[in-house]
């Protein structure tokens, strides 16, 4: 299998904008490296403040970074820019934490799943509604949702929702950061279930971001254990949890809860 | 308790807006007598059946050029407001969503133009630019620039940072279309309330500069220049003074109320 | 006993009265953990409102909830202020919310013990200084002087945790006291509440949305859905209800990786959507007709195992 995405010595620091020149600006990500081969499921795994939502961002290209390659399909998209940045867009898509956020509260779902063909001037009128309605199937949903508001939706409604827009144009690479933590249990297992189904029939390649390592374990083939900017181990999800080799990736397992329950 | 108020400021607000807008709507097809016609055998005549509120001092009904300046006062008020508007939001719109250098150009711009009283800029601006509606609308328009401008900006870094921002630029969405589609609808409801503030406060600076003879010029009538032509005969014409003022203080009172009942409905919304 | 809750129900006042909380019935005893386990919208958290009565305006409640055998429902503002933050004290869940962002947080542990106790200026900074070394919190002095924002989400949870055990309080009711903090942080607090509770003898009421993390820490736990009490186990092993083996089933074991996540068909009801009968019936895979017309009382099946289902 290629690869379909490859960081290269990767960095990014944030500095305050003071007036005095700031020692301090600390690298959120500091030098990383890896490769996602087409269609795994790549996990990132890590605390809060490791760096590893920065990464999601950089590969996005939500932000821009220090130095470093990110290599996609064998392209180096770091200079991007104007028309081919948005070619790339439909490419690379990326879903967010916060359900109740992530959908523009003035705009119908309608709306919502229609416009990455409006920006990207995709497809003649009736063959978009045809494939709206097509990926409403697929998330369960029937035709009346098309004229709802975010707001009249549930947190795991709207999680799909966004998961169908990021969807629409059909990217290969698509970001999913901490895509079910803002969710309850049993909405969280929906949307796991949902999103390997998507893969499956999409052939999509994810980048699943998290900080809970039960949910990264069950869905990742690989995964990458972040702190403080590094990349401090890459195994396969099971060779990991078995036999894990650095001591803070022990550490880690050590504190997930649930040994009695099972 | 809260909600009882809250629906007393919509009912009495709207209803007297309403009544206005009503006499305003009228006056385009019908007024009792000329406006402008001077007939001083009945001037300063008190309020009778044919003239329902009274002479001023040429004989012109004082209810007919009462009616024809409400035309003035909306006409006022809709254009200042229009222009502090458009020119506000947009700035605001720019300064909010891109942010760095441009946003601290334009806020010291705003910054400055709000330092300057608001009555001393619109005085400046029109013994530039002479007397009459015109200028008066523009120089009244530019004042409540800032307001907006503020209110648009800070709407802006509210939202700019939210998730479905990010997600519209992760599909491709331009920066044109993340401000106008997705930012703007969100950021709305505090502009329509400070329009409305705004709108009332058109109308009472119009009053000011007419009273002030900068304004509406004669023989066009306005609330302002009405109260200003007044003053002098209160003693032997109060109905003359009266009309004028009451008007005035009835659509900025309706205007406020109505404000504050929107700022009231989008803080229960916003709670939600 | 440190607590029993019998027959509490909370409404909310508006046009329909809204029913969140229905005949909710538990006890926790004198030095015992008792977790809470719910979803979004069960009530687990209305439910420490009730106890600690900071319910809003719009929410009334009935029923009795007896705190060292008296209902404390009937006590007056005065007397409930005194009983809060001194006999019940409470844990939030985001720390960073619950401390004022303008006073160091040295200040605000002592600001407890000046309302609560007569302890001297003095006595007061020593004691405040003894809290924060039961908490393990380290460098004392400076912590003393910093504001919460310059302080980790370790560190401020630990502060709120030492105002909380301030005045040797009876029982402490934690809500989802660790959710914004990190995994290794969170065992951390975990083993800290473990600790006090081993040391103090104190009931210890602990709400989460983590059914591993309440199977870990909690001696009894209790599981609620749209308002109801639905199960209540020393282990989550002996689970039967339903309702508790669907949740189980949708953690992510990453032991079963390759099989799908059991995923519950349908949502949550909201609070208008609840109908009479068991209020999982909907859902429920096995469910039968007279599940969606009769209510199942909570019974005592073996020994302290507490079950509401007509069928299991």
Known sequence: ?262 | MNKKIKDYNFIIGGGILIFLLLVMGVSFFYLPHSVTEINTGVKLSPPSSSYLLGTDNFGRDILSRLMKGSQTAFLVGIISVSIGCSIGVFLGAVSGYFGGRIDEIIMRIIDAMMAFPGILFALMFISVFGVGIENTMIAIGIMSIPTFARITRSGFLREKELEYIKAARVRGASNFRIIYHHILPNVISPIIVAATMSFSSAILAEAALSYLGLGVQAPNPSWGRMLSESQMYFMIAPWYTLAPGTMISLTVLALNMLGDFLRGYQRRQGKI | MTIEIKNLNVYFNEKTKLQAVNNLSFNVKKGEIMGLVGESGCGKSLTSLSIMRLLGKNASLTGEINFLGENILNLSKKEMGSLRGKEISMIFQEPLTALNPLHRVGKQISEILKIHTSLSKKEIKVKTLDLMQEVNLKDLENTYKKFPHELSGGQRQRIIIAMAIACEPKLIIADEPTTALDVSTQAQIIDLLKEINNKKHNSLLFISHDLDLVGDLCHRIAIMYAGHIIEVIEDLKDAKHPYTKCLLDAIPNPLHKGNELYSIPGRVPTLAERESGCPFAGRCPIAKERCHKILPELLEREDRHLLRCLYV
């Open chain 1, 1 to 262: 299998m290629e690869n379909i995405l490859e960081i290269k010595n990767l960095k990014k620091s944030f500095g305050s904008s003071n007036f005095f020149k700031v020692k301090d600006s600390k690298a959120a990500v500091d030098n990383i490296s890896f490769e996602i081969k087409k269609g795994e499921i790549f996990g990132l795994v890590g605390e809060s403040g490791c760096g590893k939502s920065t990464t999601g961002n950089l590969i996005s290209k939500l932000l821009s970074v220090d130095s470093g390659e990110i290599i996609y399909n064998g392209k180096n998209i770091c200079g991007l820019k104007g028309r081919d940045l948005k070619e790339m867009r439909k490419n690379i898509q990326m879903i967010f934490q916060d359900p109740y956020h992530s959908l523009n509260p003035k705009k119908n779902i309608g709306w919502i799943l229609m416009e990455p063909f409006i920006i990207h001037n995709l497809y003649s009128k009736d063959d978009r509604r045809k494939k709206i309605l097509d990926m409403l199937e697929i998330a369960g949903f029937d035709e009346s949702f098309l004229s709802k508001y975010p707001s009249e939706l549930s947190g795991g409604q709207r999680q799909r929702v966004a998961i169908l827009a990021a969807l629409m144009c059909e990217p290969d690479f698509v970001i999913a950061d901490e895509a079910v933590s803002a969710l309850d249990v049993s909405v969280q297992a929906q949307i796991l279930n949902f999103m390997k189904k998507l893969q499956k029939k999409m052939g999509l390649t994810y980048l699943f971001i998290s900080h809970d390592l039960n949910v990264i374990y069950y869905m990742c083939d690989r995964i990458a254990v972040m702190k403080e900017g590094k990349i401090i181990e890459i195994n396969e999800a099971e060779k990991l949890y078995l036999n894990p080799k650095h001591p803070y990736t022990k550490s880690l397992l050590a504190a997930i809860p649930g040994k009695k329950a099972r």
